[in-house]
């Protein structure tokens, strides 16, 4: 159907770990990104540095230890505090100090978080986003954005959550990712949301995360891409807190295989069962 190509970024080693009764170690995470980077996947999201001691070991460890031929490993953290400066910020920090190329950076899309979760206004909220952006870049690093509670945010109130993403882009952010954190679209939904977003933001490279606690991660991420999205997250064997994120098992054979579209080298494809198996071991 399409000989564009969809990169594969790979969650496993920090939100699939979000499942109940999954716990890696620090050599543990090791071995599955070499595992992953054997498979072939653009992107392997290794932690959040600074969050827990385990994931500040991982990352210490893969600048010594990791020989990542195809994949590029990835930090994952949160804009900086409200009413902070980025360069102060300690989260901001220890994503510099965890000495990847990329980062991804995760903050609210949905004015609702903003008001509760994050308490302040829209205003700085959205500086949050474009502050963090800008100072990473500044310091060399390649930036990702995802949108969090997009999909919910912009059924609420898409001004800001257009404001979100668009604030994203301007910065700088080589991707724009947009989130079903509760996991709850649906597939036609996601076809006029990511329609809409494409158009509206013109020349942005977008992504796609989607959770799946209606059983939908697989199929919406297929949508998702049918609208245009060119990154596409997710975990081995659907691992992820509640009942999990979109299965990169099944995304990869059903864009590869079935639709044609790049993903993994295709001469790896073959290599799917064997990864399943191998992070199922290592993950108990």
Not at 1 to 27: C, F, H, K, N
Not at 199 to 207: H, M, P
Not at 257 to 270: A, F, H, V, Y
């Amino acid at each position: 159907m399409s000989t564009r190509p969809v990169e594969i970024y790979d969650t496993t080693l920090r939100d699939g770990t979000q499942q109940e009764g999954i716990s890696l170690t620090a050599r543990d995470k090791l071995k599955v990104a070499t595992l992953l980077d054997s498979l072939g996947v653009a992107y392997v999201e290794g932690g959040w540095p600074g969050a827990n001691p385990k994931d500040d070991e991982f990352f210490r460890r893969a600048k010594i230890e990791l020989d990542l031929q195809t994949s590029t490993l990835v930090a994952f953290g949160a804009t900086r505090r409200a009413n902070a400066l980025p360069q102060d910020d300690a989260q901001l920090a220890a994503l510099l100090a965890a000495d990847t190329d990329v980062i991804c950076l995760v903050g609210k899309a949905w004015d609702y978080h903003v008001e509760h979760a994050l308490r302040t206004d829209a205003d700085e909220a959205l500086a949050m986003i474009g502050d963090s952006i800008e100072y990473l870049r500044s310091q060399g690093r390649r930036v990702f954005f995802d949108a969090e509670h997009f999909f919910d945010g912009y059924r609420a109130n898409p001004d800001f959550a257009m404001a979100a993403v668009r604030t994203a882009h301007e910065a700088g952010a080589e991707r724009v990712v947009l989130c079903d954190t509760n996991g709850g679209l649906l597939s036609h939904e996601v076809q006029r949301i990511v329609g809409e977003v494409g158009e509206g933001l013109g020349d942005a490279t977008l992504g796609c995360h989607f959770h799946n606690d209606t059983g939908m991660a697989v199929a919406n991420s297929i949508t998702a891409v049918l609208e245009g999205v060119h990154q596409v997250q997710g975990c081995i064997n659907g691992y992820g807190e509640r009942t999990g994120n979109a299965d990169l098992c099944s995304l990869i054979p059903n864009l590869s295989l079935k639709m044609g579209i790049e993903t993994i080298p295709e001469d790896r494809l073959s290599r799917l069962t064997t990864v399943s198996h191998h992070v199922a071991d290592l993950v108990n």
